[in-house]
């Protein structure tokens, strides 16, 4: 039965889809009178079936080779496309990720969107989330991954869509879109540069055959480059990074699903391209490069947030370029090992910040605090994942990021000081929220603050106990790192800049020697972290500025020169016409002058031989 | 004595005809002009019928037609401007063009 389960995991993708084609019952156009809650409760269960086929199916997969199925698509003159699936661990485990992420965050919606009608759109969009990355990791061609991502942009650009009459979600949602498909479109290049290369979009073989392949190392620089375009637009990165800022605009839990999993998309598809990529030095760097930039800025930025979605958002972009980092410097088991913990962390801290959000009211950090009395339970799932995030021994951010500081202590000591400058200040960035929503004085908007339903906490604490319990995954799936081959030494830095973070955090959010609101001694600094660089200025100067100039250029050039073109034909004719009739004057002697005039003119012509002649005969 | 010098002639008279026919403003003065231009074509077929044609005289006979037409013609020009007088009370040509674009 088990092994049945497990050879039919190319199922799982499909059960959300099935949840997602049943919501449109409940749409409130198609039902009219009973209210939309059916569509998330169909959907929840059609989550927990695929999950519940995943978990059956890990054991088996754990202890036998991937397996590899084919699905026939299209096959033309010369091109063979068809679906590979790759049925294995690793696959298997990304997928039970999934959909028990997205498990507990329907549930959770199931508490807070207790006051929304959108439900059905809320949930089939939640399922196309969850049957996209399923098939994403399911599927083993770069052809068909690249696919899917498209119709995960266009499911961010519809999710983040959600409450659509407001202004600042329709803005966040285009810039979303757009930025996505920027990346995607830069994937494409890569995708397609990639083929008459090495003949083949399958991960496998294309790492088979990066091993021996002998390409130009511009052209591999030039597709490495593309291929890091398209993770760099979804996983957040600098400079493509204000869109996840502008996505908090959505509703809490498909944040929970987005900033745990859906912009580790990106890392998934580099790390399966980890091989291609290496072909060229140019490419490694430069994903270190975007990596160190973005994780730096990241977590800087966080620390100046005064939102409680966008300081824990930025977070994700700074994870995310540690991920960078460790694909950069080659260390895949590494990156996978951050973007699980990351996933589990940043889903009980989204969680339990939403928490907040949803009997608070205010998403503004400077008008929370004191909620640790009256929230414990919100306050605990934020440690929780708080403390599984950034590296403290023994929970399981420790050990993805003693993973990658070991691999790269031997090649480049100055890129493990800066991991260790991205923990501390992502301690840092984690313990002002934490001190700034649960400690401190009470504010007009706490003073009354129950904790929630048990729809929002239940999701929340199961979050917060598998972030606490992701040591204990890891190793009993045999992916914890032993500790007899780790240096100490990484270890202990590891730790002791952890613990630096989170204690200057805490003398200066938690303790009272600081004055609140803390003030940076420049304030241009603080206003430059605070506005995240002034990205959107940027953009607007850079390439919104240019392209709206070309644009507006191009419709001047066609309305005016284009069709003034075409339009200057027929003006001339109509004008010709207009003056040309003057021509009949009316008068019969003026008609009578024109065929003088004509009968002078053709006998000139007729004799004009004999003319000519005639002239030469005078010379 | 040539045929030229008569052709020339005629030309002549025909183009102070064409020219009077074309300039002048009195309606009665361009049917006198068209009389001068078909003198001038009378010459020519005269002048045709001596030097190449002794025998027949065809050009004769031509020329006898052409001034009958040319008396018809002139009777019925004459006719259609006095009609246009009775309208509108002048013979100038220059306020003869209601038939203008």
Redesign the interface.
């Known amino acids: 039965m088990t092994q049945f389960l497990a050879e039919t995991a190319w199922l799982i993708p499909l059960y959300p889809i099935f949840g997602m084609l049943l919501s449109i019952i409940w749409f409130p156009s198609i039902t009219r009178r009973t209210g939309p809650r059916p569509a998330g409760y169909v959907n929840a269960i059609t989550t927990f079936l695929a999950f519940m086929h995943g978990v059956l199916a890990l054991p088996v997969v754990l202890h036998q080779p991937p397996i590899h199925l084919t699905f026939p698509w299209l096959e033309v003159a010369g091109l063979n496309l068809t679906i590979p699936v790759e049925i294995s661990a690793l696959t298997v485990g990304a997928m039970v990720l999934i959909t028990g992420l997205n498990f507990l965050a329907q549930i959770y919606g199931v508490g807070y969107l207790e006051m929304d009608w959108g439900w059905a759109r809320f949930y089939s969009m939640l399922a196309l989330f969850e049957a996209g990355m399923c098939a994403l990791v399911l599927c083993d061609s770069l052809f068909f991954s690249y696919i899917i991502l498209e119709i995960l942009t266009l499911g961010t650009y519809l999710l983040i869509g959600f409450w659509f009459n407001q202004s600042l979600v329709v803005t966040g949602a285009r810039d979303a879109f757009l930025t996505k498909r920027v990346g995607d479109l830069f994937l494409l290049m890569g995708v397609l540069a990639i083929f008459p290369l090495a003949g083949t979009w399958n991960f496998n073989e294309l790492a088979v055959w990066a091993q021996t392949a002998n390409v130009d190392p511009t052209i591999a620089t030039l597709v490495g480059l593309a291929l890091l375009a398209g993770p760099m637009g979804k996983c957040a990165q600098f400079p493509l990074h204000l869109w996840l800022d502008e996505a908090m605009e959505g509703p809490f839990p498909s944040t929970i699903l987005r900033n745990s999993v859906v912009v580790a998309t990106g890392a998934w598809i580099m790390i399966k391209l980890e091989p291609v990529l290496a072909l060229s030095p140019v490419v490694l760097n430069a994903a270190i490069a975007i990596g160190a930039v973005s994780a730096i800025g990241g977590t800087l930025i966080a620390i100046g947030q005064i939102d409680i979605k966008r300081s824990f958002s930025y977070l994700v972009t700074a994870y995310m370029g540690v991920v960078f980092i460790a694909i950069g410097a080659q260390q895949t088991e590494a990156a996978l090992l951050i973007v699980f913990t990351h996933a589990l962390g940043m889903a009980a801290i989204v969680a339990s910040c939403g928490s907040v959000v949803l009997n608070n009211i205010t998403q503004d950090l400077t008008q929370l605090g004191g909620l640790w009395k009256k929230r414990p339970v919100t306050g605990l799932s934020f440690i929780a994942g708080a403390t599984g995030l950034v590296a403290l021994p023994p929970l399981g951010g420790f050990w993805a990021m003693l993973k990658l500081v070991d691999g790269l202590w031997q090649t480049s000591s100055w890129l493990v000081g800066l991991v260790l400058v991205i923990n501390a200040l992502a301690a840092f960035s984690l313990t002002r929220t934490f001190g700034l929503i649960f400690a401190n004085k009470e504010q007009p908007m706490t003073v009354r603050s129950p904790e929630n339903l048990w729809a929002i906490t239940l999701p929340m604490t199961i979050l917060a106990g598998f972030a606490i319990h992701a040591p204990v995954i890891l190793l009993s799936l045999g992916l914890l790192p032993s500790w007899a081959e780790m240096s100490k030494d990484v270890a202990l830095l590891l730790t002791w800049s952890s613990i630096f973070g989170l204690s200057i955090g805490w003398v200066v959010y938690i303790s009272k020697y600081v004055q609140k609101p803390v003030r940076l001694p420049s304030k241009a600094l603080q206003d430059l972290f605070a506005y995240d660089f002034y990205t959107p200025k940027l953009y607007k100067s850079s390439v919104v500025g240019s392209v709206d100039i070309i644009s507006r250029v191009t419709d001047w050039f066609d309305r005016y020169f284009v069709d003034g073109l075409v339009n200057l034909v027929g003006l001339s004719s109509i004008f010709g016409g207009e003056t040309l ?2 021509g ?7 008609y ?2 024109t065929i ?1 005039f004509g009968l002078v003119l053709l006998a000139l012509l007729a004799s004009w031989s004999f003319l000519s002649q005639l002239t030469i005969g005078i010379g | 004595m040539q045929l030229q010098y008569f052709l020339l002639l005629a030309a002549a008279l025909f183009c102070i005809g ?1 020219y009077g ?4 403003r009195n309606a009665i003065r ?1 049917l006198m002009s068209i009389e001068l231009m078909l003198n001038a074509v009378n010459l020519n077929l005269m002048a045709f019928s001596n030097y190449l044609d002794p025998q027949a005289i065809r050009g004769q006979v031509f020329t006898v037609f052409v001034i009958t037409i040319a008396a018809a013609e002139a009777a019925v020009g004459l006719a259609i401007v006095l009609s246009i007088y009775r309208n509108r009370d002048t013979v100038d ?2 306020q ?6």
Not at chain 1, 584 to 590: I, L, M, R
Not at chain 2, 96 to 101: H, S, V
């Open positions: 009739k003057y009949n004057s009316g008068q019969t002697q003026f009578v002058l003088a | 064409v026919l074309v300039t002048s361009v040509m220059e003869f063009n209601m038939l203008k674009w």
